[in-house]
């Protein structure tokens, strides 16, 4: 059955469309209050909002987050650097803005998709980090 699949590249999304489009939608369990995505978004955003010098929009539909970093107050000019100085440090690994053709080096990305005990362990060490943190 396998080989008879791989004849057409769209087979296995000729699979799902039927589901995908009238199909149960198990979405709806994760992304509504009480829902592991919902929680895990709402937790992540809190807790970037709360650390000194870094602010997030709250997202509505992606499973990510592209927070803010003040740049000054923390003489980020090179923010490859930063995340990787982070990774060293507390081996959390962010992505820094500019690989996402962000032009200047005050963002960064997260995603959301990690347990809510996971994103609490990470930023609460982001937190830590960026308390001492000052870029030569």
Known sequence: ????????????AQHAIQTALGGYQSISEFITPGGRLYEQRNRAWELINDIPGVSCVKPRGALYMFPKIDARRFNIHDDQKM???????????????????????????IVTLPR??????SLSKFARFLSGYHQL
């Not at 059955?1 to 296995?12: G, K, Q």
């Not at 982070?86 to 963002?107: C, I, R």
Request: net charge negative; aromatic share 12%.
């Open 83 to 109: 995340v990787l100085d982070f990774l060293l440090q507390e081996k959390v690994l962010l992505v820094q803005g500019t690989a996402f053709n962000w032009p200047w080096p005050d963002h960064f990305r």
């Open 116 to 121: 809510v005990d996971d994103i609490e362990l």
């Open 1 to 12: 059955m396998l080989a008879s699949m791989r004849l057409c590249a769209n087979v296995p």
